[in-house]
């Protein structure tokens, strides 16, 4: 272009920069809605609209915030934004869990301790429990803010502030007055380097090796006929727990199923069920009978004097084994059961270290470990005669969630919540049926785990959280818990939190005037703490019910798919118990991150990724776009390539931004078009936004983010950049500023632009309230809008935008395009020309309306193409075997290079060019435009 010429040219103008520089700029706008009081702002706009209240799942107070968090954390910011921005009064506080073994546990180690918290002082242990707890709410906080979440930061609810507490003794003094709280010897999941008890949510499952053996039990009495002259007779035992036999009362036997009598060369009989009598082909068969028949025999226990009783059970699986299970009611929970019914004797000879008691009745195992005595229990067998094979199997174990440590079932005293009391299970059921899950596959997975789940496990021998209120008569040991006791707790409560627990004695709590039915007024505490699953359980009534502008239930309950087994069940079971109703309305599960292989990120094989990294690297914008962008209710992948492509998305919709702020700098409310007076063309780029625009807020209010990201980078990268945009180029920067037809595609985009960014803003809340913020500031017809875009009002569906037959009349235009631009690359391939605008484009087209309709849209059909232009010719038929179909008719398209001279102003070959007085090297259009400037004076 001739310098001469470009003072004459619109150019584009914008401090909206190409380069976003998110880490630099976040802070800044989180600076400004935290001064101008946006939340607070949002919440009094809101005030009286309809009541919207998600529910969030308190993080450990442990550690800094990991890429899972930020998941969550992000998608339930994307989905609250979303809400505000509709009119909802959707407050939001965020929640920290702050006490149980995840703080004990770290402290702990940070101590130089060895986990187990023995001569330690309970009182100031928990003193610096608590004041670690807050230094990581702060810090995790600050971490959570910079991501650009909403919500109530300053006051946030914390498991360890006195009014929670308060709530957590209240909602088991409830329980414990309906009947749903008991305290038995019963097997629990032990963790020994924890030194407690832990609930099924606090247990995950990973492979270990077990050895693997048969086990003979000598039978002495209960005899079939059929063995009448045989040798001694074993019933076959398979068990991967050796460590367990000592503890052995029972064998447990199928009553359905029938078992062989098998005689060995050794003049033996051993017996095995029918069905798993496969690897022992070698062997006589002398006889079968059902296992109802065999209920009440009795064998000689391998360790011990005693005899071990035949039961039966529908439990005992033909799977695997020998059809023959091993019961010790101590160590496990269907033999517990078993044992129960049968009224069958509990030991447990092992202590909280998992080393074997002097109870133990078999020598040389007394103080050993557990799992270091497999072998010499192996060997003992052997010695005896009792050990018929052994051999080694790889099977999941379950470990403990927080030190990694294999568990045990161990039968200790504790206590429980009765999941099938006053029919709860049914109705916890029932419930969840009333539930909507997002995915819906959610729903069948926590009822399977709920039919399933045993008791819940309450008590934990730790030191980090909430007593478990109840005492005990120092004279009969009798439990002291009613009303008037547990009155007497919430008002220490109240006073002192918990802690006061660990400071006062049984007489200053409960002060004068109680008495145990015995007539002893002496008492002791009770040392175990409450499971921290259940601190947060009964989160919604410590906060829905008692904090201002919230209500119960929840709307939503949003967290990741492991929570099915943890708090979804921890919330939903004293809530229905306590109240008969869930406290959610719904609940959305998302999957984990993981590395760009699928697998678990960990420290040690140092593939992880955190937040920080990433917001450092490329702005919290980038990485709740990734968020928004992947299919979150799968596991999510992440890595520096997945990263590269979210820039790339981004870029896309930054660019949009830009393009159209720094296009209409000029537009004045006066000059923009009314709807009925546009384009053609700026009608159809309305109509597309409004079925993208549509698609969007669907997906948003379906909790579908990421199809709501990926329409809106495609409706920004597809139909306006690569269409909408290279077609209005060259009018928005050549034409006269107030041509009609400038004007009307600077409406569309300034219409365009502002409900885009309302769209984007959920998910790109920074970058929204940055275009935003240069829209009011650099387009004079905007200069009114709201201060922020998050004040703007509901996305729009721009449902006025969607014209009846608009679309049907103008996709075939697009079509047209893409065709033309096809043969433009065929033409420079050829050599034929160098660049589309030298291109002259000749249209032969068959058929009537085919002919009519690029009649009626000749006129424009060169700024569609982007050619200097274009020739219609109608005729009869086509020669050519590469014409195309077209409306009714198809067309042959040709492209040949313009005999016109280059336009100096903007570089279109008009063969009219140079033909203007005074411009010789200027087509009429310009000529005409810089005419006009001249005479204006608007051109020096």
């Known amino acids: 272009m001739s310098a001469s010429y470009n003072k004459t040219i619109n150019l584009p103008s914008t401090g909206f920069s190409m380069k976003a520089n998110l880490a630099v700029k976040e802070p800044v706008i989180q600076k400004e809605w935290e001064d101008s009081g946006l939340y607070r702002n949002l919440l009094e706009k809101n005030s009286s609209g309809e009541k919207y209240i998600l529910h969030d799942g308190p993080p450990y107070a442990n550690g800094n915030i990991h890429m899972g968090h930020a998941l969550n954390r992000v998608l339930k910011d994307i989905m609250l934004k979303f809400k505000l921005m509709q009119g909802y009064n959707a407050p939001f506080i965020p929640g920290w869990d702050c006490h149980g073994l995840p703080v004990e546990y770290e402290l702990l180690k940070r101590m130089g301790d060895n986990g187990t918290g023995e001569g330690i002082d309970k009182l100031k242990f928990r003193k610096k429990a608590a004041a670690y707890a807050l230094k990581f709410v702060e810090i995790q906080k600050k971490d959570f803010k910079r991501l650009g979440l909403t919500g109530d930061w300053d006051n946030p609810y914390l498991t360890l502030d006195k009014s929670?507490?308060?709530?957590?003794?209240?909602?088991?003094?409830?329980?414990?007055?309906?009947?749903?709280?008991?305290?038995?010897?019963?097997?629990?999941?032990?963790?020994?380097?924890?030194?407690?008890?832990?609930?099924?949510?606090?247990?995950?499952?990973?492979?270990i090796d077990s050895p693997s053996i048969y086990v003979k039990f000598e039978m002495v009495s209960g005899f079939p006929e059929f063995l009448e002259g045989c040798g001694k007779t074993y019933a076959l035992v398979w068990t991967t727990t050796p460590w367990t036999l000592p503890a052995n009362v029972a064998l447990c036997f199928h009553p359905d199923r029938d078992y062989a009598f098998l005689r060995t060369e050794d003049n033996e009989v051993l017996?095995?069920?029918?069905?798993?009598?496969?690897?022992?082909?070698?062997?006589?068969?002398?006889?079968?009978?059902?296992?109802?028949?065999?209920?009440?025999?009795?064998?000689?226990?391998?360790?011990?004097?005693?005899?071990?009783?035949?039961?039966?059970?529908?439990?005992?699986?033909?799977?695997?084994?020998?059809?023959?299970?091993?019961?010790?009611?101590?160590?496990?929970?269907?033999?517990?059961?078993?044992?129960?019914?049968?009224g069958l004797e509990i030991i447990s000879p092992v202590d909280e270290k998992g080393c074997f008691t002097c109870d133990v009745e078999a020598d040389g195992i007394e103080n050993m470990h557990v799992f270091k005595c497999d072998p010499v229990i192996i060997g003992k067998l052997e010695d005896k005669g009792l050990l018929f094979k052994s051999e080694k199997t790889l099977h999941s174990y379950p470990h403990c969630w927080r030190c990694k440590s294999p568990v045990i079932f161990r039968a200790t005293k504790q206590w429980f919540l009765d999941v099938d009391k006053n029919a709860l299970r049914e109705k916890i059921l029932n419930c969840i049926k009333d539930v909507e899950w997002f995915p819906p596959a959610g729903e069948k997975r926590i009822t399977a785990m709920i039919e399933n789940r045993p008791d819940w496990c309450l008590s934990r021998q730790r030191m980090w959280g909430v007593p478990i209120p109840v005492f005990y008569c120092e004279k009969c040991s009798q439990a002291l818990a009613t009303p008037e006791?547990?009155?007497?707790?919430?008002?220490?409560v109240r006073k002192y939190g918990s802690d006061g627990w660990f400071h006062l004695s049984a007489g200053e709590i409960l002060g004068d005037g109680i008495k145990c039915p015995c007539s002893s007024t002496s008492f002791r505490k009770e040392n175990d703490i409450l499971d921290v699953w259940f601190d947060s359980g009964v989160s919604s009534m410590a906060?829905?019910?008692?904090?201002?502008?919230?209500?119960?239930?929840?709307?939503?309950?949003?967290?990741?798919?492991?929570?099915?087994?943890?708090?979804?069940?921890?919330?939903?079971?004293?809530?229905?118990?306590?109240?008969?109703?869930?406290?959610?309305?719904?609940?959305?599960?998302?999957?984990?991150?993981?590395?760009?292989?699928?697998?678990?990120?960990?420290?040690?094989?140092?593939?992880?990724?955190?937040?920080?990294?990433?917001?450092?690297?490329?702005?919290?914008?980038?990485?709740?776009?990734?968020?928004?962008?992947?299919?979150?209710?799968?596991?999510?992948?992440?890595?520096?390539?997945?990263?590269?492509?979210?820039?790339?998305?981004?870029?896309?919709?930054?660019?949009?931004?830009?393009?159209?702020?720094?296009?209409?700098?000029?537009?004045?409310?006066?000059?923009?078009?009314?709807?009925?007076?546009?384009?053609?063309?700026?009608?159809?780029?309305?109509?597309r936004f409004s079925f993208s625009a549509g698609v969007i807020i669907e997906n948003y209010e379906n909790n579908l983010f990421y199809k709501s990201a990926r329409e809106l980078h495609d409706f920004c990268n597809g139909w306006l950049s690569s269409f909408y945009f290279n077609i209005i180029k060259d009018l928005l920067y050549v034409s006269y500023p107030s041509d009609h037809k400038r004007r009307s595609a600077q409406t569309a985009l300034v219409s365009i632009g502002k409900e885009l960014l309302k769209l984007a803003a959920p998910i790109i809340p920074h970058t929204a309230e940055e275009g935003w913020k240069k829209m009011k500031e650099e387009i004079p017809a905007l200069e009114n809008i709201e201060e922020s875009v998050f004040l703007s009002g509901a996305p729009d569906r721009c449902g006025l935008w969607k014209q009846e037959g608009l679309c049907e009349d103008f996709m075939p235009v697009v079509g047209l395009r893409d065709e033309v631009l096809a043969r433009i690359e065929e033409a420079k391939n050829g050599e034929i020309i160098k660049d589309p605008l030298e291109s002259e484009v000749f249209i032969k087209v068959t058929g009537k309306s085919a002919g009519e309709f690029?009649?009626?849209?000749?006129?424009?059909?060169?700024?569609?193409?982007?050619?200097?232009?274009?020739?219609?010719?109608?005729?009869?038929?086509?020669?050519?075997?590469?014409?195309?179909?077209?409306?009714?008719?198809?067309?042959?398209?040709?492209i040949e290079k313009s005999p016109g001279e280059k336009c100096a102003r903007c570089w279109i070959r008009d063969r009219d060019t140079g033909r203007k007085n005074n411009y010789s090297d200027l087509c009429p259009r310009c000529a005409g435009v810089v005419e006009k400037l001249e005479t204006e004076g608007s051109v020096e």
């Not at 305290?183 to 008890?197: D, M, N, Q």
């Not at 009598?277 to 109802?292: A, C, D, L, Q, V």
């Not at 360790?303 to 009783?309: A, I, L, N, V």
């Not at 529908?314 to 084994?321: L, N, T």
Request: hydrophobic fraction near 35%; charged fraction near 30%.
């Open 854 to 894: 690029l009649e009626k849209h000749l006129s424009r059909l060169k700024e569609y193409f982007i050619v200097s232009s274009v020739f219609v010719e109608k005729t009869e038929e086509l020669a050519s075997e590469s014409s195309v179909e077209f409306v009714d008719g198809r067309v042959e398209i040709k």
């Open 271 to 342: 017996i095995v069920a029918e069905e798993l009598s496969g690897p022992f082909g070698e062997f006589e068969k002398i006889g079968t009978t059902k296992g109802k028949k065999l209920k009440g025999a009795s064998f000689k226990r391998p360790f011990g004097e005693k005899s071990s009783t035949a039961i039966n059970a529908g439990f005992v699986s033909m799977d695997d084994g020998t059809g023959i299970v091993h019961i010790a009611p101590g160590h496990g929970e269907e033999d517990y059961l078993a044992g129960k019914e049968c």
């Open 164 to 207: 929670y507490e308060e709530t957590i003794v209240d909602s088991f003094s409830r329980l414990y007055s309906s009947g749903y709280i008991y305290r038995e010897l019963k097997p629990v999941h032990w963790c020994f380097s924890c030194r407690t008890a832990l609930a099924e949510a606090e247990v995950e499952y990973a492979e």
């Open 543 to 687: 906060v829905l019910e008692k904090r201002e502008g919230h209500s119960w239930p929840a709307d939503m309950y949003l967290e990741g798919s492991d929570q099915h087994r943890g708090w979804f069940q921890t919330s939903i079971i004293p809530s229905v118990a306590i109240k008969g109703e869930p406290p959610y309305r719904a609940v959305f599960t998302h999957g984990f991150t993981v590395d760009h292989e699928g697998k678990k990120m960990s420290k040690s094989v140092g593939n992880v990724t955190s937040p920080q990294e990433v917001i450092k690297k490329y702005g919290a914008d980038l990485l709740r776009l990734w968020v928004a962008g992947e299919n979150y209710f799968k596991d999510v992948k992440i890595s520096e390539d997945i990263f590269s492509q979210t820039v790339t998305y981004y870029r896309r919709i930054r660019n949009t931004v830009r393009f159209i702020l720094g296009n209409c700098r000029d537009l004045r409310r006066e000059d923009m078009v009314e709807y009925g007076s546009l384009e053609g063309l700026d009608k159809f780029i309305l109509d």
């Open 485 to 492: 006791s547990f009155e007497k707790v919430r008002e220490m």
